[in-house]
Every structure is written in structure tokens, then in C-alpha cells.
């Protein structure tokens, strides 16, 4: 199994990482709260020539590790899937901001918490046994949330209509998503060890730095394997998806090859440990931690909202061990 980034995954793992250091620092996080969009980096990025690339999915995720680093403020997850989904020009040129419903349309056709749904100009998603597409005018506005994600209702069947698939379809683009979600919560993850291990180098107590205790020190150091394993979960449930294949779920072998059940296995690996990080990154930054002067509360509150927008992890978690274990018997 290869373990490590290819050669040009390499490449676009440092080119995308300075794009985003540069262009998307916590300045821009914060100036594009509380919608949660920064115009300029989204212009930006389009620039890049990131949409209708013939790069794989387990090079998008490359990409969004580092989008997920920089907390940046764009819909990356929810554009790719929809770009890819339906390689219109205005979407892979940037001009058009696409999002999908992770949730079905209500009796009256409404999707609701669109991920991206306040800025997106065209959303996807199931209207009965419909997978559909409708362009409609973003509204710029939507509900206030913890992670200052661009969250809004939309119509499915207001607006330019048309339909592009089943459930079959929606499933693996909802598939894609999880992916792409989860290798910017690794990237989230990465990100606050990294403020964690800065931070307890430079604070002092008792005239030493705060990194030299013992329970500190333990509390990062087992971060660096579980960051890892959530980089490795996550491009193998990309290069399942990438591959098409139909796959399996042998368990008591450990041999897990189906895309959809890889899938969720890498965005609650993923959540989880983001969670994590943050959690203790921010309790080592002290009561600093809780204040908005400091940047670990901007990954801290996009470590949960990011995860969350998809759909209860409950839920995931028993649609989860229903394909690894269809035939057990629940009360």
C-alpha cells in the first residue's frame, strides 16, 4: 500500500499549500465571518485551474487538506462534486458556485442547511426519486452557525430545473463529498496540532515552557498517528471511488473495498479526531484558547460545524455499520 504522497501529489500539496498560506490567512478567515465566504479567494482559486483539471479525487483531496489547513473560506467540498458532476463551463471556470443537499426535499421541494446553499448558484440534490439540478439566484443570507459556514434553504423546484440521475448518482456524489469534507478536517486537524505545539513552546509557567510538563506533552503526542491514519482512510475510500468498483465488506477479514462504506468510515475518522485536536489544542492554549483574540477558536468551531452540515453522526454511524453488518439483528 502506498503510504506516501506521489510525486505530483507532492507537487500540488506544496503549491496549494503556499496558495492558501498566502491568500487565505486567518485575516481572510476572519473577514469573511460570519457568512463564511471570501469573494476575492474564491476568484482566486478559480484562477488556479482547480475545476475541470483531469486531477483524480485522491489528488482533490491533496487540495483540500491544505483548503482545510487554511480554514479557508470557500466551498471547495460541495463545488468539486458539483463540477464534477456536471462539467458546465460557469462551474468549472468558477463563475458559477455549485453546492448539493446532503438531505432530501421536503413535501413542498424545499432541501434544507444546504452546505454552501447562501452563495451557491446551482444545487443538487434528491427531490423524490429525482436527482436534480436547479440554478437559481443565491440568496447571501442564512442561518447563523458555529462554524460560520454559508448554510441556506433552497427550492428544488424553483428555478432553471433538470434532472441528472437517481439515487444511484446521488449516492456517489454524496460519497465524493464525505471524501472531500474529510481531507479538509485532516487538514483542520494538522492545523491545530501545529498551534498547539507552537503555543506550549512559547507559554511559560514556573519559568519553563508549558511543553516541557508531562501531561502536555502526552496530550499532543499521540495526535501526529491518528492525523495520519485519517490522511491514509481517506485516500483510500478517493482511489475506491476513483476505481468504480462495486467492492466489499468482509469485516472479520478486515478487508473493507466498498467506496460508500470507505467513504463514511474516513469522515467520521476524520470528525473525530479534528475534534480532538482542536479540543486539545485550544484547553493548552488556557483560557486564551476560549477568547476570539487567538485563531485555534477558528479551528476549533470549523472542526465541528464542517462535519456537522452533512448530517447527524449518528445517523452516518448506523447507516455505517448497516452495510458492514446488513444481516445483524437489531431490536
Known sequence: MQLAFSADQQVLAEAFGQFFSRESPTSVVRRAEPLGFDAPLWNALGAMEVWGSDATLSDLCVIGETAGHALAPVPFAEHVVVSRLLARPALLSGDSVGAISPREANAQGIWSIVPAGAIADIVVGLDGDEFVAVASPAPFAGPANHACAPLADRDSRSGERSVIGNRHHFERSMSELKVITASMLVGVAALALEMGV?????RHQFGVPIGSFQTVQHG??????????????THQAAQALDLGRVG?????????TDPHSLA?????????????????????????????EYDIQLAYRRARGWALVLGDPTAERLALANRLWPSAVRP
Open 264 to 292: 463514511s468510515m474516513a469522515l467520521l475518522f476524520a470528525s473525530d479526531i479534528a475534534a480532538d485536536a482542536t479540543a486539545r489544542s485550544l484547553h493548552f492554549h488556557g483560557g486564551y484558547g476560549f477568547s476570539d
Open 220 to 233: 499532543l503526542a499521540d495526535l501526529p498517528g491518528r492525523i495520519d491514519g485519517a490522511r491514509l482512510l
Open 248 to 256: 466489499h465488506n468482509a469485516v472479520a477479514n478486515n478487508d473493507i
Open 198 to 202: 507552537e503555543y506550549v513552546q512559547q
